[in-house]
T-cell receptor, first 109, second 115 residues
Framework: QKEVEQNSGPLSVPEGAIASLNCTYS??????FFWYRQYSGKSPELIMS????GDKEDGRFTAQLNKASQYVSLLIRDSQPSDSATYLCAVIYNNDMRFGAGTRLTVKP | DGGITQSPKYLFRKEGQNVTLSCEQNLNHDAMYWYRQDPGQGLRLIYYSQIVNDFQKGDIAEGYSVSREKKESFPLTVTSAQKNPTAFYLC??????????????FGPGTRLTVL
């Protein structure tokens, strides 16, 4: 069983819509969760971190964490073509960061 | 201007050759990491270091070696023992790997190709 799972996509949404990206993890004791954005050919860029249950908002981005369901999501409101990228979910297990394979998002003008 | 630098951006290796990838950070971070990324896969940890002169193997350390002689620098050597080294190599750093609240920040990466 993979430690961090994401739907590989591609996920396609029209410009202005809400994009919803999902991630599940296998270790119940995980405490820290991160979303990275990776443009094609570039390195990952940290866009959100979340540590407690509930929602955390930062601009157009909202991270949602549900530890009971072992589920973390990222919502992107008012999606723009510049949001087209691969989004990596990362989870810390015993001080080691584990990454999902990423979900490729395409925002169509 | 703080950040993480990696060089070279592109590297070509011949069969049987060792090559060294550079990683430098001026963020005053204690911990540094090397990851490998293959198409369609997540990042896999090669080595990490929490303090100078100490480092630990990650999930896929075979065929790689590292050193941490200075806090700012964490070079990775890809040896001839690594049979499939073609990949995108990413260096990262974090303030302190000893806590669960451990945001990692990445350098721009080195793309290694075996000829």
């Amino acid at each position: 069983q993979k430690e961090v799972e994401q739907n590989s996509g591609p996920l396609s949404v029209p410009e202005g819509a809400i994009a919803s990206l999902n991630c599940t993890y296998s270790d119940r004791v995980s405490q820290s969760f991160f979303w990275y954005r990776q443009y094609s050919g570039k390195s990952p860029e940290l866009i959100m971190s979340i540590y407690s249950n509930g929602d955390k908002e930062d601009g157009r981005f909202t991270a949602q964490l549900n530890k009971a369901s072992q589920y973390v999501s990222l919502l992107i409101r008012d999606s723009q073509p510049s949001d087209s990228a691969t989004y990596l979910c990362a989870v810390i297990y015993n001080n080691d960061m584990r990454f999902g394979a990423g979900t490729r998002l395409t925002v169509k003008p | 201007d703080g950040g993480i630098t990696q060089s070279p951006k592109y590297l070509f290796r011949k069969e049987g050759q060792n090559v060294t990838l550079s990683c430098e950070q001026n963020l005053n971070h204690d911990a540094m990491y090397w990851y490998r990324q293959d198409p369609g896969q997540g990042l896999r940890l090669i080595y990490y270091s929490q303090i100078v002169n100490d480092f630990q193997k990650g999930d896929i350390a075979e065929g790689y070696s590292v050193s941490r002689e200075k806090k700012e620098s964490f070079p990775l050597t890809v040896t001839s023992a690594q049979k499939n080294p073609t990949a995108f190599y990413l260096c990262a750093s974090s303030q302190d790997s000893g806590t669960a609240y451990n945001e990692q920040f990445f350098g721009p990466g080195t793309r290694l190709t075996v000829l």
